[in-house]
């Protein structure tokens, strides 16, 4: 059997998550009480029909209940139940917003007097166990449905629990740190094409910028530096279980300097690692290495979330 717990922030997108799964096959079940997923998982498992079941859970549950889910999961462990925790989480901002937009009530204000801001903030903390239980964090802040339902098809229902999924991300310091990286490297020491008018409008994915930054030694010696780090230390995160590792590679703006050196590491790191996710935050872009780039469509409506933001 494969079990999807999906958990996260009120908002963020996991009904989505959730129904992307159960369009892939999946048994989905909703807002699961956290003290029976044990016995759904028993009662699947006699039937001997469904092998893949999703759930949700999340701050909704009964009191007390998130306090037993590491006790529960490490029962699955010594069970052999193969199983992947997906934290989804969103900028509390982008959430006010959402909330604004759609406006739907939080559901940790429908029993109590807690303005919207704090029950975001209260449910955060609330989650917190479970998100450093996560086996894969995607900040949805961003991201369209239609991207979120990719990223999960690609990096959940089809991931294999002995392969590393290795992600690199370039980003711009000014929109901040992604909120699901797991490893932040910092490129803005490299000499900045944007100060050439000539350059400006370009990216790191274009010849003249990766002309222009090439003719620098630093910044090849900065690229041998973090390709030599990331292939010492990889398989050090795979032995330990990881299957997902996320490396994001800043700059200012996010549009040369970072561009240009995940796509260095990209082609590099492909004869040790194998396939590679590129992700490009500030150009709208993914793709696995090799492949078409996709540009994420524009809806970033969240609206179709059932009880969380109902």
Same mark, same amino acid.
């Given at each position: ?86 934290? *989804?989480?969103? &900028?509390? !901002?982008? =959430?006010?917003?959402? %909330?604004?937009?759609?406006?739907? +009530?939080?559901?940790?204000? #429908? $029993? ?70 797991? *490893?932040?490297? &910092?490129? !803005?020491? =490299?000499?900045?094409? %944007?100060?050439?008018?000539?350059? +400006?409008?370009?990216?790191? #994915? $274009? ?70 996710? *590129? ?5 709208? =872009? ?14 970033? $409506? ?9």
């Amino acid at each position: 059997m494969q079990l999807v717990i999906i958990s996260g922030r009120s908002g963020s997108g996991k009904s989505i998550a959730l129904q992307a799964l159960e369009d892939l096959g999946y048994y989905a079940i909703d807002n699961l009480p956290a003290m029976l997923l044990g016995s759904l998982v028993d009662e699947l498992r006699h039937q001997g029909g469904r092998t893949h079941l999703a759930v949700s859970i999340d701050a909704r549950n009964l009191p007390g209940a998130l306090e037993r889910l590491p006790s529960l999961l490490e029962e699955l462990c010594q069970r052999k139940i193969d199983f992947q925790v997906i934290y *989804l989480t969103t &900028d509390a !901002r982008i =959430l006010l917003e959402r %909330y604004s937009a759609t406006r739907r +009530r939080h559901p940790l204000t #429908r $029993d109590s007097e807690m303005t919207l801001e704090e029950a975001i903030n209260k449910e955060e903390e609330t989650l917190h166990d479970i998100r450093d239980l996560a086996d894969l964090l995607i900040d949805t802040s961003r991201l369209s449905v239609h991207d979120l339902r990719r990223r999960i098809t690609d990096q959940v229902a089809h991931q294999r629990r002995d392969k590393l999924t290795l992600t690199l991300e370039s980003f711009g310091y000014k929109r901040g740190v992604p909120l699901d990286a797991d *490893l932040v490297f &910092d490129v !803005r020491c =490299l000499p900045n094409p %944007y100060w050439d008018p000539t350059l +400006r409008q370009f990216t790191g #994915r $274009d010849a003249n910028i990766a002309a222009f930054l090439s003719s620098y030694p630093i910044v090849d010696a900065m690229r041998d530096d973090i390709q030599a780090w990331l292939e010492r230390w990889l398989p050090a995160y795979k032995n330990s279980q990881r299957s997902y590792m996320t490396i994001a590679i800043g700059c200012t703006g996010g549009q040369h300097r970072s561009v240009y050196m995940v796509e260095q590491l990209a082609e590099r790191l492909a004869h040790s690692i194998g396939e590679i996710q *590129l992700r490009h935050r500030e150009l709208g =872009l993914q793709y696995t290495l090799g492949g078409q780039p996709t540009v994420p469509l524009a809806s970033n $409506d969240y609206s179709d979330e059932r009880q969380e933001t109902s």
